[in-house]
Structures are given as structure tokens and as C-alpha cells.
């Protein structure tokens, strides 16, 4: 729990939701890991799987995915698709002075009015 009485929720699906101070989920982010461009579009359908579930709880929760590995065609359904609100590359938001880290707390942050 956070100053203002917002939570941060590890688990298990989704792997991270954003609570308000209501206990309302307003965000929740999926973690993919793998490397292997391979397995990116399967990576990618867990992550819109977990959002949709999220989206029929609250038709208002805001998605972002973290992935450390977006090939072309991922990036392209990304870009269309409405239920990924934001995206980082996990490899850049772990970068020493990067600004996709500075972003991605932003945007987790503001989701929490922190």
C-alpha cells in the first residue's frame, strides 16, 4: 500500500494490478520475459488474454504490457490493438539512465494519482 492508500498487487494473472483507493483495479500490467522472437505472438496473446479478463471486470482499467521481446508483427498488433493501453521493452525500462523507465513510472504512477 502506498501513501495514499493505492495499492500495487503482485500475482499471478494479471501479473501486477494497480488498486485505487476504493480497491478498484485502474490498471494492471503483464510481464513477458522470453526472449525468443519465436514465441513473441504467443507471449503477446497471454497478455491481451489477461487484459480482456481485466476489461470485462472494469471497462475503464488501463492495460500496459512490458515485454522484453516486441518483433515486427507484435508491434504492428500492438498498434492496433485496443485493449494495450501502453507498452515498454522490459530490456529498456532496465537500462541505466533510460527514458523508457522514466516513462513507464510515470505512467504507473499517474494511474495511481501518486
Known amino acids: 500500500m502506498l501513501a495514499n492508500h493505492t495499492s500495487i498487487l503482485f500475482s499471478s494473472e ?33 497478455a491481451k488474454k489477461s487484459f480482456e479478463s481485466a476489461f470485462r471486470k472494469n471497462s475503464e482499467v488501463r492495460t500496459i504490457l512490458v515485454a522484453s521481446c516486441i518483433t515486427s508483427e507484435v508491434h504492428t498488433r500492438i498498434q492496433n490493438d485496443s485493449t494495450i493501453s501502453a507498452y515498454f521493452n522490459l530490456t529498456e525500462i532496465l537500462s541505466e539512465n533510460s527514458r523508457q523507465y522514466d516513462s513507464f513510472i510515470q505512467e504507473v504512477f499517474s494511474l495511481l494519482q501518486a
Open 14 to 46: 494479471p501479473d501486477i494490478s494497480l488498486l485505487s483507493n476504493q480497491g478498484t483495479t485502474v490498471g494492471v500490467i503483464e510481464v513477458k520475459g522470453g526472449a525468443d522472437p519465436a514465441g513473441a505472438l504467443e507471449r503477446y496473446g497471454a
